[in-house]
T-cell receptor
């Protein structure tokens, strides 16, 4: 089975540009999480979905960030406009509530650099 | 609020030495989950173990073992006979048993195993 798939793996953009990160969770998983990893703040949750519905977006930094999950197999995290402080590795993870609860499997991450 | 503390920022050992990574957590929940993840130099996050708070049995998996002590709120991870391939950053994490599903991560411990 394929794991969590994220694209792109690396993104370099200029301040003010729109950035869209993509995630395909493991098939059958009903929870999807977006985390961000920085040197200063470590790994922190941005938002998570259950059955495509956003449940907790308390970690989303500000209105420049938005996330959607239009169906069970796809989610996007958008930053508009991007700023240098958004530079980080963004991880997507998924889990299945019916199996081993909250055992989250992570994608390879997207390394975002905003110049 | 939940909190995870990994006081050891970096540990360096020589191959074949045993090494223990410490994890101390804080939570008001009576039931919860604890996790360890490995982040090798390639950057992905690899799930190692999930422990339910009402199961205090220690666990061993090959060269890895975990010591959960609810009385001291600790969930330590020991690698026996360390190998160069064990070099990575290791994260301890905590989540609610029910309700909010997000993981709260510690700051990580970087383990360097020298040949």
């Amino acid at each position: 089975d394929a794991g969590v798939i994220q694209s792109p793996r690396h993104e370099v953009t200029e301040m003010g540009q729109e950035v869209t990160l993509r995630c395909k969770p493991i098939s059958g998983h009903d929870y999807l999480f977006w985390y961000r990893q920085t040197m200063m703040r470590g790994l922190e949750l941005l938002i998570y979905f259950n059955n495509n519905v956003p449940i907790d977006d308390s970690g989303m930094p500000e209105d420049r960030f938005s996330a959607k999950m239009p169906n069970a197999s796809f989610s996007t995290l958008k930053i508009q406009p991007s700023e240098p402080r958004d530079s980080a590795v963004y991880f997507c993870a998924s889990s299945f509530s019916g199996g081993r609860p909250n055992e989250q499997f992570f994608g390879p991450g997207t390394r975002l650099t905003v110049l | 609020a939940q909190k995870v503390t990994q006081a050891q920022t970096e540990i360096s050992v020589v191959e074949k030495e045993d090494v223990t990574l410490d994890c101390v957590y804080e939570t008001r929940d009576t039931t919860y989950y604890l996790f360890w993840y490995k982040q090798p130099p390639s950057g992905e996050l690899v799930f190692l173990i999930r422990r339910n708070s009402f199961d205090e049995q220690n666990e061993i998996s090959g060269r890895y073992s975990w010591n959960f002590q609810k009385s001291t709120s600790s969930f330590n991870f020991t690698i026996t006979a360390s190998q160069v391939v064990d070099s990575a950053v290791y994260f301890c994490a905590l989540s609610h048993h029910t309700g909010r599903r997000a993981l709260t991560f510690g700051s990580g411990t970087r383990l360097q195993v020298q040949p």
